[in-house]
């Protein structure tokens, strides 16, 4: 398995879109990912563990899960998004300058695209 600052792939990807999202249910954060329930419910289920993550059931509805970073998920959220920006700026200035503007430009056309097809 491919790990990601010591945290799986699929839990670096939940932590990093919960960061977006902020406090949110399992099926709107499943649906943002493009996953299934079960699928987050188990990687939810190790940041849980890890203390990374907070999961709140609503008393009068069990089926109603909240789910948001703790503060130790917060910290390390904010490391991740340090860490991939460092990586992403390393990796640019092995781009010559000229080049860098066509990259960019690509690379919104094709997130463009990608949101398009979700």
């Not at 670096?12 to 299934?36: P, Q, R, V």
């Amino acid at each position: 398995m491919r790990k990601c600052c010591g945290i799986s792939m699929a839990q670096c990807h939940t932590m990093i879109e919960l960061g977006i999202s902020g406090k949110t249910n399992i099926s709107i954060l499943a649906n943002d990912l493009d996953w299934t329930k079960s699928t987050l419910s188990r990687t939810i289920d190790g940041l849980v563990q890890q203390g990374l993550v907070l999961r709140n059931i609503k008393d009068d509805d069990r089926r109603f899960m909240a789910i948001e970073l703790s503060d130790k998920g917060k910290k390390f959220n904010k490391f991740l998004n340090e860490k991939y920006n460092m990586i992403f700026k390393e990796a640019l200035e092995d781009i010559p300058e000229e080049s860098q503007a066509q990259l960019l430009e690509a690379m919104e056309l094709f997130i463009t695209i990608l949101n398009r097809i979700k």
